[in-house]
């Protein structure tokens, strides 16, 4: 470990959860990260000059915005780079933090709100569907932080132990690999989700047709088609308008959905 305690940079992770708080949309997430990197800035430049620990202050409120699980990886970084570069190559910070913003931001994305969320979402919701129980939410939390708190954990420490390991192999190349698991945790979550449709999404029609002295179930000639067709449909649907609206008509959306399905389920079209 070098200047930089540990405690310091356990005060930097605490200070990550309130990351969101002060987000605008001119610099994003600029405001939150200086306020969680001030304690290195303070260690670091306890004993300079107050206009060298100002203009430190100062290369964190420029534009930056990734996944808020990763900023205490990129902080405990940017605290490697602090502590063994001079004032005349601090400029080195600025370009390690928009190098990797983009990257990590699509990685966390994909991996964590794409991948790991639906997981537990739907953990939670089936003990709430199956049984009714309370626990449902309460395992969804926990999940989520069971992997969310040892990233950001490890991310500030590792961070900052092999910060400049990393950078220098980024020359190399060595940041293409975040691209590559992007693109895996892409398919991956494609995978989760269509899954989740087919076990979380419930729809029936109740049509029925006469055929001489029997009748036939429009629900299982459907099935015999493609299982689950209705539920896709559904959802494929609700992708469409969410997309088409920015998401901004969500909540017009699941309304709609709702006065749908209950009028629809009044005529016995849908059971």
């Given at each position: 470990?070098?200047?930089?305690?540990?405690k310091t940079l356990n005060k930097v992770l605490w200070r990550t959860q309130t990351t969101q708080f002060s987000h605008n949309y001119e610099r994003m997430q600029s405001l939150?990260?200086?306020?969680?990197?001030?304690?290195?800035?303070?260690?670091?430049?306890?004993?300079?000059?107050?206009?060298?620990?100002?203009?430190?202050?100062?290369?964190?409120?420029?534009?930056?915005?990734?996944?808020?699980?990763?900023?205490?990886?990129?902080?405990?970084?940017?605290?490697?780079?602090?502590?063994?570069?001079?004032?005349?190559?601090?400029?080195?910070?600025?370009?390690?933090?928009?190098?990797?913003?983009?990257?990590?931001?699509?990685?966390?994305?994909?991996?964590?709100?794409?991948?790991?969320?639906?997981?537990?979402?739907?953990?939670?919701?089936?003990?709430?569907?199956?049984?009714?129980?309370?626990?449902?939410?309460?395992?969804?939390?926990?999940?989520?932080?069971?992997?969310?708190?040892?990233?950001?954990?490890?991310?500030?420490?590792?961070?900052?132990?092999?910060?400049?390991?990393?950078?220098?192999?980024?020359?190399?190349?060595?940041?293409?690999?975040?691209?590559?698991?992007?693109?895996?945790?892409?398919?991956?979550?494609?995978?989760?989700?269509?899954?989740?449709?087919?076990?979380?999404?419930?729809?029936?029609?109740?049509?029925?047709?006469?055929?001489?002295?029997?009748?036939?179930?429009?629900?299982?000639?459907?099935?015999?088609?493609?299982?689950?067709?209705?539920?896709?449909?559904?959802?494929?649907?609700?992708?469409?308008?969410?997309?088409?609206?920015?998401?901004?008509?969500?909540?017009?959306?699941?309304?709609?959905?709702?006065?749908?399905?209950?009028?629809?389920?009044?005529?016995?079209?849908?059971?």
């Amino acid at each position: 470990m070098g200047k930089i305690s540990k405690k310091t940079l356990n005060k930097v992770l605490w200070r990550t959860q309130t990351t969101q708080f002060s987000h605008n949309y001119e610099r994003m997430q600029s405001l939150s990260l200086t306020y969680d990197f001030a304690p290195v800035i303070e260690e670091l430049y306890k004993d300079r000059p107050k206009e060298e620990q100002v203009h430190a202050m100062q290369r964190y409120l420029e534009y930056f915005n990734t996944h808020p699980v990763a900023i205490p990886a990129i902080l405990g970084i940017c605290a490697a780079i602090e502590e063994t570069t001079d004032e005349g190559h601090k400029d080195s910070v600025t370009n390690i933090k928009t190098g990797l913003m983009g990257p990590l931001a699509g990685l966390g994305d994909s991996m964590l709100n794409l991948t790991w969320f639906p997981i537990a979402g739907s953990i939670g919701a089936s003990l709430c569907v199956e049984s009714g129980s309370l626990l449902g939410p309460i395992v969804m939390f926990l999940l989520i932080n069971l992997l969310y708190w040892p990233l950001k954990y490890f991310g500030i420490h590792k961070g900052y132990e092999k910060g400049m390991e990393l950078i220098q192999n980024e020359q190399n190349g060595g940041l293409k690999i975040f691209d590559r698991l992007g693109n895996f945790a892409n398919v991956l979550g494609v995978v989760v989700v269509s899954g989740l449709i087919t076990s979380t999404v419930k729809l029936s029609t109740g049509i029925k047709f006469s055929a001489g002295k029997g009748t036939i179930a429009l629900q299982d000639q459907l099935n015999n088609i493609m299982p689950c067709l209705l539920p896709v449909l559904l959802t494929a649907l609700c992708y469409f308008l969410l997309k088409k609206g920015q998401g901004k008509n969500s909540v017009w959306v699941i309304l709609g959905v709702l006065v749908a399905c209950i009028a629809l389920s009044c005529f016995g079209i849908l059971v």
